[in-house]
């Protein structure tokens, strides 16, 4: 078994890690841009998390996962967006929310790299940064937003970010965004997104407190 697989009452699946991934990338039917990526960066095999969420992902579940920094959750959630997103289409389709700015751009950079063969710009977004540049990315249609709440909130308030077209939604570090105090901000965000019929949510923690479930059923 590869995985604790729990339904959840509001239509979540818990996903828990316990053994060894034992596929390999050539197993994925990957879209020919993606699997070169992960050729280019060097990615021989998923990790355990990765092969864990892949499936369920493309299938469109929403999930929430337990996964601990530093087990390739990254590239877990960027794999299928990469896979899923239309890089045709201007206009944000996925946001990630990350407690920290250092968070924010390091999801940022990960998930250039593996859309790094297709016509996709991701913006990173957050506080303490000149915020022109972010609204011009935005305008130009960067398709990705990896960013903190307080600063993607304030976008989406000033009208130079529109959710109208979001298709994907992850959490990560969920805990640590809690522990921060961003629940308001992340709820006010969801508020003005496409239903959860309409996107899939994704939500990333180190634990899962009852906190987090209650954003989940949000």
């Known amino acids: ?22 596929t390999s990338f050539d197993e994925w039917d990957l879209a020919e841009p993606v699997r070169r990526a992960l050729s280019d960066m060097g990615y021989e095999r998923p990790t355990l998390v990765q092969s ?15 996964s601990k920094t530093g087990s390739g959750k990254t590239a877990a959630f960027g ?17 990630i929310l990350a407690p920290t700015r250092e968070l924010a751009l390091q999801v940022a950079r990960e998930i250039e790299k593996l859309c790094q063969h297709m016509d996709v710009s991701v913006c990173p977004i957050y506080g303490g940064a000149p ?41 990560d570090e969920c805990d640590e965004m809690l522990s921060m105090g961003f629940q308001e901000e992340i709820e006010n965000i969801l508020k003005t997104m496409p239903s959860k019929e309409q996107r899939q949510t994704l939500l990333f923690s180190a634990t899962i407190p009852t906190a987090i479930e209650r954003i989940g059923s949000r």
């Open 131 to 171: 915020i022109n540049p972010q609204i011009k990315a935005l305008a130009d249609g960067a398709q990705i937003v990896a960013g903190t709440p307080g600063r993607v909130l304030d976008h989406i308030r000033r009208g130079t970010m529109d959710t109208s077209g979001i298709r994907m939604f992850v959490l």
């Open 52 to 66: 864990s969420v892949f499936g369920h992902l493309t299938k469109g579940q929403d999930l929430m996962v337990q």
């Open 1 to 22: 078994m590869r995985a604790k697989l729990e339904p959840t009452p509001k239509g979540f699946t818990t996903i828990d890690p316990l053994t060894e991934a034992e």
């Open 79 to 95: 794999i299928p967006i990469a896979q899923i997103l239309s890089d045709e289409k201007k206009g944000v389709q996925a946001i």
